[in-house]
């Protein structure tokens, strides 16, 4: 069985550098991907990665140098 590294809410606002309302609104929006336990809410670190890297915006700055050499 592999461990899944959970993340309560102050540690999310650490790990994105938001603020703590910003993941309270995007919860409510249904936006960020998370887990309610009762009243708690828990992320897991690698849904929030994978939710990361789909939030990409603007050009994909690695393609664009890989393809200048």
Known sequence: MT???ILN???LTEY???KRSW???MVYKQKLPHYKLGKL???DLDEI????SN???GPDLRTEYSNET
């Open 3 to 5: 461990s899944r590294l």
């Open 49 to 52: 990665e994978a939710w990361l």
């Open 55 to 57: 939030q990409h915006a």
């Open 41 to 43: 809410l828990r992320f």
């Open 9 to 11: 809410v102050d540690q």
């Open 16 to 18: 994105l550098q938001v």
């Open 23 to 25: 993941v309270y609104d």
